[in-house]
């Protein structure tokens, strides 16, 4: 009922880019198998958590870091029931606040008797919000996993300021709401697998996604005048610190669009430290994180992981994560609400699908052990069907990998 309800919703919608409705939970009748929502209702639940005594960045000394987190899970409920709103949703780029819907229930009662679940994060760009990959939140959240997305604390469309705080705490926000979930009690109790965790991280979330993997930075990080290297200290490869930050719990990372690679914030020997899986994702024309020499650097860089690459081709910075622009989002130009959410060339909610069913073979492979998954990640290219030239992909419909490549390279 929940993907007949969506791929209805699609149809009315006539295909165009804008997200009518503010769907979140959009799925196109093109959309690649391991795409569509699973067997479990979906709850949500927002959480207010506070990381004592960090180093404030921007105004020195220590301060108590605050970091809401939405929460989606898979719930209890009647059949049925109706998904609710995300209402006063700040909007990028603007004043406006805006509402989003889906299909999770608020508050509704957990699934406690088929868990634990495996947990994941979501980790937002510079600016953005808890909101902006809430895709992720749901699809998976239907299929068995616990999704804590971040509000980051000084990286919000609300509250942006200096982007030191950003380079500075994007780990170790991630890392934090990692340990708080995996023994969080209350509602969550006996819901939330922490050993078997992943992060997906965004822009700004996929530099964070980076560096929790195991990449720790180069000493010339420090050295760029963008944060101080006091403020990097913890993050430098080699370093006590940061060695002792890492978190074992953390099996896979998907990183979309990772911004750093292209300024040499990781050296070779940064990047060869991740050495669990990773998934690489991002827009062959990316002009913010720069495809050639910074997604694929780190892509070709992270040679102690076995990782894959999702590319889609002629897409810009926004690929596969950003949820559809809100209908509010009617301005273009520079700096648009709407460029801040949309690509010139890929419809988000074709790239939202495509990206929500690697993601969902991805993490089923190493956080679930599902082995039958694998074949979903083992292309090889495709078979290649003349004279048409379309790839045949497991989970794809007929010409529907057009404009896509997929790569592997296992661990040396």
Known sequence: MRLMLAVALLTSMGGVSMAEGNRIDIQRPDAPELAAPGDFDIGVRT????????????????????????????????????????????MANSDLKVTLHGQAVRDAAPLAADGPYPLVILSHGFPGNRFLISHFGEN????????????????????????????????????????EMARAGDFLAG????????????????????????AGLAEAAGQMGMASPEALA???????????ARDPRLKAVVAVAPWGGHLGLWDDTGLAGIDIPLLMIGGSVDE????????????????????????????????????????EATAGGPGSPFEHYADFVWDNARMNNIAQHFVTAFLDLHLKGDADKAAYLELDGGTWNAPAGDRTWKGFGERTTRGLVFEHLSAE
């Open 140 to 179: 998976l959240a239907s299929k068995g996993y616990v999704v804590a997305s971040i509000d980051h604390f000084e990286s919000t469309y609300e509250n942006q300021l200096g982007f030191a705080s950003t380079l500075a705490n994007r780990s170790p926000d991630q890392l934090f709401v990692l340990d």
């Open 47 to 90: 959480l207010e958590l506070v990381h004592a005594d960090q180093p404030d960045v921007l105004g020195g000394g220590t301060y108590d870091r605050p970091l809401t987190v939405e929460v989606w899970y898979p719930a209890d409920l009647a059949g049925g029931t109706p998904g609710g709103d995300y209402t006063d949703v700040q």
């Open 191 to 214: 819901m939330v697998d922490g050993d078997n965790s992943a992060i997906i991280g965004y822009s700004m979330g996929g530099y964070g996604a980076v560096l929790s993997a195991g």
């Open 288 to 327: 913010v994180s720069d495809y050639e020499n910074g997604i694929r650097r780190i892509y070709e860089g992270a040679v102690n992981a076995d990782r894959s690459m999702l590319t889609f081709q002629g897409a810009g910075h926004n690929a596969g994560a950003p949820m559809p622009p809100p209908e």
């Open 234 to 244: 913890g993050l430098m490869a080699g370093s006590d610190a940061y060695a002792a």
